[in-house]
């Protein structure tokens, strides 16, 4: 019989070799997609608001003759926000005011201590200049992912945020312009793809340079955010969605089997897992998905994903559980267990944990209030979510006494020569009290 989803148990020989396989996802590596975008990027370095408006009007299926047309003002993302129905504008109205006063605690201070020689030690955080937004244009169109990229930024201080959004075929969507207005965006453009990044990286005789480029797009916008790093900030390069779900056989079978369907529904390689030590649970578990799958809007893409990246995962009881959680270091992780804030301290690689059977990932999508942009691919093992700390910058500040100078130009000088570099020596030296 043909299974809905993989089934893993930890006592099988080859459990280890099929979990790697499970795992395993190509990032962005297309050479055609490559050679493409590099022509793009290069196109829009060199002629600006001209090749932005020919490839609008090429992939986006647009008639602009001017950046003029690509452009929404402040006036009419207001207009979009009060023609919401009450519902909606509601709705995102309280999931923006969770995320500020989530990232509002997240706002590092400057610093500074003296040592015992008098000299001043600190550290200064700076607001970024300018951001810039990318948000999915079409049927990917995203209001969630404009309050979560822009208002960390917002509370960050950071002076201006620019938005770039597509609108194939000319279709804008009301809910992104709503939520813009909501974020406290400065400037739209409706531009997208790799141009749009080219954009923001580079500047044109429109669209300002920013200094970090944050938000999700296709293959063309991840591969011209990995081409332009270096010149230009990102926050990172996005694999598929993920969720997993560690279970001690106590949460409905019903509920469960909804939380894999709510990363799975995203695309074909979503990857959704659920890992547990009750055979009954399980069972149970894999037979709610079989009654559900086919009823989801989005059944088709559902299967697919749960086919070809799910699992259901039998592991011995919670210590092998919590190993392979930091093994996998999931995007999302649900706690959906008794007590979960006493596993909360094993959990070492985590975009994000769900604490508890109540706890949906569906709500940090949305409203909690934390950020949903979280590292995918296994790179919670040294990422983080996008927050207010991804939009400021760090510097130290060294103010020396005339003692603490001299008492350091002793040591420097030391280190100095034993590296010759007698300038670096002879700088220390000067200021050495006689």
Known sequence: MDTLINRLDSRD????????????????????????????LARVKQEGDAALVEFSNRFDRLNVSSMAELVIGAERLAQAYAD????????????????????????????????????????KVTPLDR????????????????????????VAGVREIIMVVPTPDGVVNELVLAAAHLAGIDRVFT???????????????????VDKIVGPGNIYVATAKRAVFG???????????????????????????????????????????????????????????????????????????????????????????????NRIAPEHLELSVANPEEWVEGVRH???????????EA??????????????????????????YDFQKRSSLIQCSPEGASVLGRTASVLARGESLTAHARSAENRILD
């Not at 793809?193 to 580079?202: D, H, S």
């Not at 985590?350 to 949906?360: D, K, L, N, R």
């Not at 999508?365 to 919670?380: E, R």
């Open 363 to 388: 709500l940090g999508d949305y409203c909690a209030g934390p950020n949903h942009v979280l590292p995918t691919s296994g790179t919670a093992r040294f990422s983080s979510p996008l927050g207010v």
């Open 231 to 325: 010149q230009v900030g990102i926050d990172m390069i996005a694999g598929p969605s993920e969720i997993l779900v560690v279970s001690d056989g106590v949460t409905d079978p019903d509920w469960l089997a909804m939380d894999l369907f709510s990363q799975a529904e995203h695309d074909e390689d979503a990857q959704a897992i659920l890992i547990g030590w009750d055979d009954e649970h399980l069972a149970a578990v894999e037979a709610a998905i079989e009654r559900l799958a086919p009823t989801m809007e989005r059944a088709e893409i559902i299967l697919t994903s749960l086919r070809e990246r799910g699992a259901l995962i039998r592991v011995s009881g919670p210590e092998q559980a919590l190993e392979l959680t």
């Open 13 to 40: 020989t080859d459990f280890t070799a099929r979990l790697d396989r499970l795992l395993s996802w190509e990032g962005v590596s297309d050479a055609e997609v490559q050679h493409r975008v590099t022509d793009i």
């Open 350 to 360: 985590a975009g994000a944990i769900f604490m508890g059977s109540h706890t949906s």
């Open 191 to 209: 531009i997208g793809g790799a141009q749009a990044v080219a954009a923001l990286a580079y500047g044109t005789e429109t669209v300002p340079r």
């Open 84 to 123: 919401l129905p009450a519902d909606q504008r509601e709705a995102l109205a309280v999931a923006a005011e969770r995320v500020r006063v989530y990232h509002e605690h997240q706002k590092p201070e400057s610093w500074s201590f003296k040592d015992e020689h008098g000299s001043l030690l600190g550290q």
């Open 131 to 154: 951001a810039g937004i990318y948000v999915p244009g079409g049927k990917a169109a995203y209001p969630s992912s404009v309050l979560m990229n822009a208002i960390p930024a917002h």
